[in-house]
């Protein structure tokens, strides 16, 4: 797990002590803890045909009573197609226990090369907050081949910066 600097400075920012203007204070730390423990990178894949996990992008929290979990994906994918006339088109999405959200937790990127381009890239951005019952719960997000007749794509990528896939998860007590 990779620990990013942004989130440990605003730990480090908070120490127990400064009152953040209209939250509560308590669980702002709580949460920041939290996204803390969450936040990751993933390693990578390569989606040919079916929903794939991305690897390194999915992360169990056992979720606490009167809260909600705010949750944020992001990173690239890159088709492999090599002439002006290929293409990938690739479907991201957000899974929580092994089920897809259908309401603004997913994204289809279309990647078309062109004549003087070809094995370009497009990124994802995904946020959604779920309302869960209290418990352990898994987030993942996966990728699948979103058209047949596409090139392969690669999705994240755990060296290449500009693909490099995170997801973050953060507990908001109410």
């Known amino acids: 797990m990779r620990v990013f ?10 120490p127990g002590g400064a009152e953040i203007a ?6 702002e730390t709580r949460a920041a803890a939290h996204a803390l423990d969450a936040r990751i ?8 045909s079916g929903n794939a996990l991305i ?7 056992t979720v606490p009573a009167n809260s909600v979990v705010h949750v944020h994906s992001d990173g ?12 990938s088109v690739v479907d991201i999405g957000l899974f929580v226990d092994g089920v897809v959200s259908s309401s603004a937790g997913q994204r289809r990127l279309s990647i078309a090369n062109t004549a003087a381009l070809s094995q370009l890239i497009a990124n994802w951005s995904i946020d959604r907050t779920y309302a869960l019952p209290a418990g352990s719960h898994t987030f993942e997000v996966r990728a699948v081949n979103g ?3 596409t090139s392969a794509a690669n999705v994240s990528s755990g060296s290449a910066p500009q693909l490099m896939g995170v997801l973050t998860v953060t507990v908001i007590n109410k």
Do not use: D, F, R
């Open 5 to 14: 600097a942004a989130v440990a400075s605003a730990l480090a920012a908070c």
């Open 22 to 27: 209209g939250t509560n204070e308590a669980a």
């Open 41 to 48: 990178v993933a390693n990578g894949a390569s989606v040919t």
């Open 55 to 61: 690897l390194g992008l999915a992360q169990t929290i």
């Open 76 to 87: 690239g994918v890159q088709s492999t197609g090599a002439t002006s006339t290929s293409y």
């Open 147 to 149: 058209a047949s007749g």
